[in-house]
Protein backbone atom coordinates (compact mmCIF):
# COMPACT_ATOMS: atom_id res chain seq x y z
CA UNK A 1 0.00 0.00 0.00
CA UNK A 2 1.14 3.78 -0.19
CA UNK A 3 2.71 5.23 2.45
CA UNK A 4 4.49 8.36 2.44
CA UNK A 5 8.27 9.56 2.82
CA UNK A 6 9.46 10.68 6.02
CA UNK A 7 13.09 12.56 6.99
CA UNK A 8 14.79 12.09 8.27
CA UNK A 9 14.72 8.54 9.68
CA UNK A 10 16.15 8.86 12.46
CA UNK A 11 17.19 11.66 14.90
CA UNK A 12 19.48 11.94 18.08
CA UNK A 13 20.18 15.39 19.16
CA UNK A 14 20.77 17.17 23.04
CA UNK A 15 18.29 18.37 24.81
CA UNK A 16 17.50 21.32 24.49
CA UNK A 17 18.01 21.59 20.36
CA UNK A 18 15.62 22.64 18.21
CA UNK A 19 14.25 19.64 15.76
CA UNK A 20 12.68 19.59 12.21
CA UNK A 21 10.99 16.76 10.28
CA UNK A 22 9.67 17.09 6.53
CA UNK A 23 6.92 14.35 4.98
CA UNK A 24 6.19 13.90 0.82
CA UNK A 25 3.73 12.83 -1.01
CA UNK A 26 2.94 12.28 -5.01
CA UNK A 27 -0.30 12.37 -4.22
CA UNK A 28 -2.29 15.61 -2.84
CA UNK A 29 -3.98 15.54 0.56
CA UNK A 30 -6.49 17.59 1.81
CA UNK A 31 -5.21 16.95 5.78
CA UNK A 32 -2.04 16.57 7.17
CA UNK A 33 -2.02 15.22 10.51
CA UNK A 34 0.89 15.02 12.42
CA UNK A 35 1.49 11.38 15.51
CA UNK A 36 3.15 10.38 18.19
CA UNK A 37 4.11 6.92 19.52
CA UNK A 38 5.49 5.91 22.52
CA UNK A 39 6.83 2.41 22.96
CA UNK A 40 3.74 -0.22 23.62
CA UNK A 41 1.13 2.65 22.77
CA UNK A 42 -1.11 3.50 19.80
CA UNK A 43 -0.01 6.68 18.19
CA UNK A 44 -1.46 9.68 19.58
CA UNK A 45 -2.62 13.11 17.44
CA UNK A 46 -0.25 16.05 18.06
CA UNK A 47 -1.48 18.28 15.47
CA UNK A 48 -3.88 18.36 12.35
CA UNK A 49 -4.24 20.88 9.47
CA UNK A 50 -6.64 21.75 7.30
CA UNK A 51 -5.69 24.00 4.17
CA UNK A 52 -2.56 24.66 2.37
CA UNK A 53 -0.03 26.78 3.64
CA UNK A 54 -1.38 26.70 7.27
CA UNK A 55 1.24 26.62 9.91
CA UNK A 56 -0.14 25.78 13.49
CA UNK A 57 1.40 25.32 16.57
CA UNK A 58 0.63 23.33 20.16
CA UNK A 59 3.12 24.32 22.61
CA UNK A 60 6.64 23.58 21.47
CA UNK A 61 5.57 21.73 18.29
CA UNK A 62 4.83 23.64 14.89
CA UNK A 63 3.40 22.35 11.37
CA UNK A 64 2.93 23.35 8.36
CA UNK A 65 0.54 22.16 5.07
CA UNK A 66 2.44 22.84 2.10
CA UNK A 67 1.47 24.60 -0.53
CA UNK A 68 1.39 21.85 -3.12
CA UNK A 69 -0.49 20.06 -0.76
CA UNK A 70 2.15 17.19 -0.88
CA UNK A 71 4.48 18.09 1.92
CA UNK A 72 4.61 18.55 5.56
CA UNK A 73 6.66 19.81 8.33
CA UNK A 74 6.92 19.25 12.13
CA UNK A 75 9.21 21.71 13.77
CA UNK A 76 10.20 20.89 17.60
CA UNK A 77 11.36 23.70 19.57
CA UNK A 78 13.72 23.37 23.15
CA UNK A 79 13.27 19.34 22.90
CA UNK A 80 13.29 17.85 26.35
CA UNK A 81 13.66 13.73 27.05
CA UNK A 82 10.06 12.97 27.30
CA UNK A 83 9.86 14.14 23.25
CA UNK A 84 11.45 10.57 22.79
CA UNK A 85 9.45 8.48 20.27
CA UNK A 86 8.42 8.14 16.46
CA UNK A 87 6.59 10.95 14.68
CA UNK A 88 4.10 10.10 12.04
CA UNK A 89 3.11 12.23 9.34
CA UNK A 90 -0.37 11.00 7.63
CA UNK A 91 -2.51 12.52 4.97
CA UNK A 92 -5.82 12.30 4.16
CA UNK A 93 -8.35 13.28 1.26
CA UNK A 94 -11.65 14.54 0.60
CA UNK A 95 -12.90 11.72 -0.57
CA UNK A 96 -11.84 8.96 1.63
CA UNK A 97 -11.43 8.96 6.06
CA UNK A 98 -8.36 6.73 4.99
CA UNK A 99 -5.10 8.03 6.55
CA UNK A 100 -2.09 6.92 4.50
CA UNK A 101 0.71 6.81 7.05
CA UNK A 102 4.51 8.18 6.59
CA UNK A 103 7.22 5.92 7.48
CA UNK A 104 8.36 7.75 10.61
CA UNK A 105 11.33 9.65 12.09
CA UNK A 106 12.51 8.00 15.52
CA UNK A 107 13.47 10.61 17.99
CA UNK A 108 16.02 10.14 20.57
CA UNK A 109 16.87 13.09 22.77
CA UNK A 110 19.51 12.69 25.44
CA UNK A 111 19.73 14.96 28.24
CA UNK B 1 -13.68 10.34 28.04
CA UNK B 2 -12.62 6.75 28.14
CA UNK B 3 -10.28 6.29 25.63
CA UNK B 4 -10.28 2.86 22.50
CA UNK B 5 -10.42 -0.03 24.51
CA UNK B 6 -8.13 -3.38 22.87
CA UNK B 7 -7.36 -6.70 23.80
CA UNK B 8 -5.29 -8.85 24.28
CA UNK B 9 -2.04 -6.28 25.03
CA UNK B 10 0.04 -9.38 23.53
CA UNK B 11 -0.20 -12.50 21.78
CA UNK B 12 2.22 -15.36 21.21
CA UNK B 13 1.19 -17.97 18.54
CA UNK B 14 2.51 -20.93 16.21
CA UNK B 15 1.97 -20.40 12.21
CA UNK B 16 -1.42 -21.99 11.33
CA UNK B 17 -3.22 -21.56 14.41
CA UNK B 18 -5.82 -18.72 14.75
CA UNK B 19 -6.53 -15.38 16.66
CA UNK B 20 -9.27 -12.65 17.54
CA UNK B 21 -8.33 -9.30 18.65
CA UNK B 22 -11.24 -7.33 20.17
CA UNK B 23 -11.49 -3.70 20.24
CA UNK B 24 -13.96 -1.30 22.11
CA UNK B 25 -14.35 2.30 20.23
CA UNK B 26 -15.05 5.45 22.25
CA UNK B 27 -18.50 6.03 22.92
CA UNK B 28 -20.39 7.78 20.20
CA UNK B 29 -17.99 7.14 17.90
CA UNK B 30 -19.45 5.65 14.44
CA UNK B 31 -15.98 4.96 12.28
CA UNK B 32 -13.85 2.48 13.40
CA UNK B 33 -10.69 1.51 11.98
CA UNK B 34 -7.97 -1.47 11.82
CA UNK B 35 -4.43 -0.70 11.60
CA UNK B 36 -1.48 -3.32 10.62
CA UNK B 37 1.70 -1.58 11.94
CA UNK B 38 4.65 -3.81 11.29
CA UNK B 39 7.35 -3.33 13.57
CA UNK B 40 9.70 -0.42 11.46
CA UNK B 41 6.64 0.68 9.33
CA UNK B 42 3.94 3.51 9.96
CA UNK B 43 0.21 1.83 10.26
CA UNK B 44 -1.70 0.27 7.45
CA UNK B 45 -5.56 0.22 6.76
CA UNK B 46 -7.04 -3.27 6.72
CA UNK B 47 -11.02 -2.60 7.50
CA UNK B 48 -12.90 0.58 8.03
CA UNK B 49 -16.03 0.32 9.40
CA UNK B 50 -18.85 2.90 10.09
CA UNK B 51 -21.99 1.70 11.99
CA UNK B 52 -21.81 -1.71 11.20
CA UNK B 53 -20.94 -1.91 7.43
CA UNK B 54 -18.06 -2.51 6.07
CA UNK B 55 -16.35 0.76 4.16
CA UNK B 56 -13.54 0.18 2.61
CA UNK B 57 -11.77 -3.85 3.10
CA UNK B 58 -9.51 -3.50 0.08
CA UNK B 59 -6.22 -4.05 1.95
CA UNK B 60 -7.72 -6.79 4.39
CA UNK B 61 -6.38 -10.06 3.42
CA UNK B 62 -9.65 -12.02 3.27
CA UNK B 63 -8.18 -15.56 2.31
CA UNK B 64 -7.27 -15.42 5.98
CA UNK B 65 -8.55 -12.15 7.71
CA UNK B 66 -11.98 -11.36 8.74
CA UNK B 67 -13.43 -8.70 10.80
CA UNK B 68 -16.60 -8.27 12.05
CA UNK B 69 -18.68 -5.08 14.16
CA UNK B 70 -22.11 -6.37 15.42
CA UNK B 71 -24.14 -3.45 16.52
CA UNK B 72 -22.11 -0.91 15.45
CA UNK B 73 -19.87 -0.77 18.42
CA UNK B 74 -17.36 -3.73 19.34
CA UNK B 75 -15.17 -4.63 16.69
CA UNK B 76 -13.29 -8.44 16.58
CA UNK B 77 -10.45 -9.02 13.99
CA UNK B 78 -9.58 -12.71 13.32
CA UNK B 79 -6.55 -14.13 11.46
CA UNK B 80 -6.66 -17.93 10.45
CA UNK B 81 -4.92 -19.20 9.45
CA UNK B 82 -1.66 -16.98 11.31
CA UNK B 83 1.60 -17.17 8.93
CA UNK B 84 4.81 -15.99 10.17
CA UNK B 85 4.73 -12.21 8.41
CA UNK B 86 0.86 -11.79 10.68
CA UNK B 87 3.52 -10.40 13.31
CA UNK B 88 2.60 -6.89 14.05
CA UNK B 89 0.99 -5.10 16.48
CA UNK B 90 -2.75 -4.69 15.53
CA UNK B 91 -4.36 -1.01 16.05
CA UNK B 92 -7.51 -0.17 16.48
CA UNK B 93 -9.11 3.35 15.58
CA UNK B 94 -12.16 5.05 16.19
CA UNK B 95 -13.66 8.84 14.77
CA UNK B 96 -16.66 10.59 14.61
CA UNK B 97 -18.31 10.86 11.38
CA UNK B 98 -16.74 13.21 8.88
CA UNK B 99 -13.50 13.02 7.60
CA UNK B 100 -11.05 16.16 9.31
CA UNK B 101 -11.05 15.00 13.07
CA UNK B 102 -7.95 12.98 12.60
CA UNK B 103 -8.83 9.02 14.83
CA UNK B 104 -8.06 8.24 18.32
CA UNK B 105 -6.00 4.75 18.65
CA UNK B 106 -5.87 2.00 21.28
CA UNK B 107 -2.76 0.97 22.79
CA UNK B 108 -2.84 -2.01 20.45
CA UNK B 109 -2.37 -5.82 20.20
CA UNK B 110 1.13 -7.32 19.92
CA UNK B 111 1.00 -10.13 17.50
CA UNK B 112 3.90 -12.83 17.30
CA UNK B 113 3.79 -15.62 15.11
CA UNK B 114 6.44 -18.13 15.80
Known amino acids: GQQLNQSPQSMFIQEGEDVSMNCTSSSIFNTWLWYKQEPGEGPVLLIALYKAGELTSNGRLTAQFGITRKDSFLNISASIPSDVGIYFCAGQTYNTDKLIFGTGTRLQVFP | ?114
Do not use: M
Open chain 2, 1 to 114: EAGVAQSPRYKIIEKRQSVAFWCNPISGHATLYWYQQILGQGPKLLIQFQNNGVVDDSQLPKDRFSAERLKGVDSTLKIQPAKLEDSAVYLCASSLVGKFYGYTFGSGTRLTVV
